[in-house]
């Protein structure tokens, strides 16, 4: 893992961050440190938080308590449009890409926050990563397959040119080939770029094994972390995610 | 199949099970439901008799009516719906579909050279300027509601705010300029300065980009309470919004003149000449010798250009960032937010551009009318508006155009139902039935062309080859 853990200071902080809807504690306080060129990967079960925890870096719902340090800046009250603006890109659950738009409009969107600077480079670049994206460009989002709506919600997130990556399970209702070339396409940015990716992920096996580290949410606490390979040999882990899920 | 061996002689040309006695009972039922909901609703008529209210009955009426209604019944039956009929071959386009897309290039120059020669092929239609004035009055009603529906669209169509309070911005528009152009003070100032008949000659022009900015700033203020709303409850607050309106315009007396509404309102000029046929008039300028209708036709090209700037303007801001964002909103909201859009601002710009167009459209419905008062700006006529908007296919510029045309061109062709006098006699009114027909139609396209009657969308960018694809394989983003 030679890219990861260069500096000392962690490129996104959360600091015991406690959100909450209505009455419900969803998050009791997660510690979690993403450091540049890292791939980390946060795995649970359902409804353990993981998308929450997305959802509270990118400001919404924001964090009761707690703080999220990005590059030493402190996002945690910060409107998501803004946090957008710092180069945090997120794919966010269930993709959202925009259904009657064409794929061609869909990235388009991506990049309005790099001010169309590198489009066409850009472009290039996500239709060498995922070269189905091009032989659709003037399809709509809509009509694409799952996966293809996959590749096109982290390839809109690419076109922004982020620093940070944030991916909310990319596997989610993916046939297992897909989910590998998206994994594959993820392990190749990040080895290649550099590119720093925090992975939320319930497929704990794939996950893990792409991961420099993982963090593994439990009710809403962090029960677990170290590095990826390490997780995936515990017995606790093994047990609760991986025993009889091995795909 | 039992049937078939009993009576043979039922089974209907050969193939398949026996239809007609199926039919035959559907038929009846249907006639009943008909005569269930048409006897109370046709066969009485309230009639006003020696000045009391009295009760006349059609029954004639009636009967005839379930008569149609029974005999179409029985023939689709039979003929369309039966189930002997082959299934219809789903794949590649109906005839009908390619030979609309085979001249839809030339289509929207078509319509426009139309809509541009218009006034001229009315006037040698009817033989007359004086004669082609119920023509060119329908054209620029038909404008006003393409330009009003295109100012719509942008909120509804693109933005996907569903907006039932349009009207309100149209009556913002038009007491902007009735207020400002019969204001004292106004006139009192420009008078010191510039003469006169400035003021009387000028206000339209002065007022149209004021209504264009007051009704824009309305749309803003109407926008900030409901940034947080979508769907259901969006339209709830809209259309409160626009009946407020209303009810300001009605009670507050002083400011707006109430019911009574603001009577003579500047006439519109050319540029300044007035359409007299006095010496400084613009027929006496242009050599012509003086007719009304001078005016009327250069209404009717004033409202063109307004629509066309509203179709330009809207064309050219869907290429920019602020319209893709529009557009990207209607589709998912969330996903706006993480790619760094700041929703606030993209829903208030919307608000505030539709607004706008309305506000024009009201200042020139305004100087055209001579005469405003709230009852010109009911709910109805944004419900009309909305009409426009989804039946020509949300999002549609030359949809909306064809469905204002189709709406309000249909509205006065249903005035003239001579005919039906000849089949339900003389006591028959068919203008009533205006709504009724309207109704039907509205079902019909609803059944037929659910997303409008153009439902594809033209991409704002692409490589190469420009395709429009098609909308009905694509489910709607979330509300």
């Known amino acids: ?247 | 199949m039992a049937v078939d061996t009993a009576h043979p002689a039922g089974a209907v040309a050969g193939s398949g099970s026996p239809i007609l006695p199926g039919a035959l009972k559907d038929a009846f039922l249907t006639g009943l439901i008909a005569l269930g909901l048409l006897g109370p609703l046709v066969g009485f008529e309230t009639v006003v008799i020696d000045g009391a209210l009295g009760l006349a009955y059609r029954p004639l009426v009636v009967a005839i009516m379930v008569g149609i209604i029974v005999a179409g019944r029985l023939i689709l039956n039979l003929t369309v719906w039966s189930p002997n009929r082959p299934p219809k071959a789903q794949a590649g386009s109906s005839p009908v579909a390619r030979g609309i897309l085979a001249i839809s290039p030339a289509f929207k120059p078509a319509l426009l050279a139309f809509a541009v020669g218009f006034p001229f092929f009315a006037t040698l239609m009817t033989g007359g300027l004086s004669e082609s004035r119920y023509l060119i009055d329908l054209g620029i009603l038909i404008l006003t509601y393409v330009m009003l529906g295109w100012g719509l669209n942008i909120v509804v169509g693109l933005a996907g705010l569903l907006d039932l309070g349009y009207v309100a911005f149209y009556a913002v528009g038009a007491y902007t300029y009735a207020l400002l152009a019969t204001s004292a003070p106004v006139n009192d100032f420009f008078a010191a300065i510039l003469g006169e008949t400035f003021w009387a000659n000028w206000a339209f022009w002065f007022c149209l980009p004021a209504a264009g900015a007051f009704a824009g700033l309305w749309g803003m203020i109407l926008g900030f309470p409901v940034l947080r709303l979508r769907g259901d409850y969006l339209a709830i607050v809209t259309l409160a919004f626009g009946e407020i309106i209303r009810l300001v315009l009605i009670n507050w007396v002083d400011f707006t003149g109430g019911g009574a509404g603001i009577a003579s309102i500047p006439r519109a000029t050319f540029f300044g000449i007035p359409f007299t046929a006095g010496e400084d008039g613009f027929a006496a300028l242009f050599g012509l010798e003086f007719s009304p209708m001078h005016r009327l036709i250069f209404l009717y090209f004033v409202i063109l250009a307004l629509a066309l700037i509203t179709a330009f303007t809207t064309v050219r801001l869907r290429r920019l960032p602020v319209g893709r964002a529009w557009e990207a909103l209607r589709e998912d909201e969330i996903a706006c937010r993480s790619l760094g859009l700041n929703t606030t601002n993209v829903k208030l710009s919307a608000f505030a551009t539709g607004a706008m167009f309305g506000g024009f459209a009201g200042c020139f419905f305004a100087v055209r009318a001579g005469f405003v008062s709230p009852e010109s700006f009911t709910f109805d006529i944004s419900a009309m508006i909305l009409a426009i908007v989804v039946l020509g296919g949300m999002g549609s510029q030359i949809g909306v155009a064809v469905a204002a045309a189709v709406m309000m061109g249909g509205m006065e062709m249903l005035r003239n139902l001579g005919f039906l006098k000849q089949i339900f006699g003389d006591g028959f009114d068919p203008s009533l039935y205006r709504m009724l027909l309207f109704g039907f139609a509205m079902v019909a396209i609803m059944i037929w062309k659910p997303r409008g009657l153009v439902s594809s969308r033209d991409p704002t960018i692409y490589l190469k080859e420009k395709k429009a694809v098609s909308g009905s394989l694509v489910k709607e983003g979330h509300g």
Do not use: C, W
């Not at chain 1, 290039?124 to 460009?137: S, W």
């Open chain 1, 1 to 247: 893992m030679s890219a990861a853990v260069t500096s000392s200071e962690p490129m996104l902080a959360v600091r015991g961050v406690k959100t909450f809807y209505g009455n419900i504690m969803a998050l009791k306080g997660v510690d979690v440190d993403v450091h540049r060129g890292e791939i980390v990967t946060l795995i649970g079960s359902n409804g353990a938080g993981k998308s929450t925890l997305m959802m509270t870096i990118f400001g919404q719902p924001r964090a009761r308590e707690g703080q999220i340090l990005y590059e030493g800046r402190d996002i945690t009250r910060m409107p998501t449009h803004e946090i957008a603006h710092l180069k945090i890109a997120q794919s966010p659950e269930g993709r959202r890409i925009f259904p009657r738009m064409t794929v061609f409009e869909n990235l388009q969107m991506g990049a309005s926050i790099d001010n169309f600077e590198h489009f066409d480079s850009d472009l290039e670049r996500v239709f060498t990563l995922f070269p189905r994206l091009k032989e659709r460009i003037s399809q709509r989002g809509g009509t694409l397959s799952g996966g293809e709506q996959q590749m096109l919600a982290i390839g809109r997130a690419l076109m922004s040119r982020p620093r940070l990556l944030m991916l909310d399970e990319p596997s989610l209702g993916l046939a297992p080939l897909i989910v590998k070339q998206i994994f594959d396409a993820i392990r190749e940015l990040n080895r290649t770029e550099g590119l720093t990716v925090f992975l939320v992920e319930q497929n704990a096996f794939h996950a893990l094994k792409l991961a420099h580290r993982g963090y593994v949410l439990v009710n809403g606490s962090v029960t677990m972390s170290g590095e990826g390979r390490e997780l995936l040999e515990r017995p606790e882990v093994r047990a609760a995610y991986l025993e009889g899920g091995r795909h």
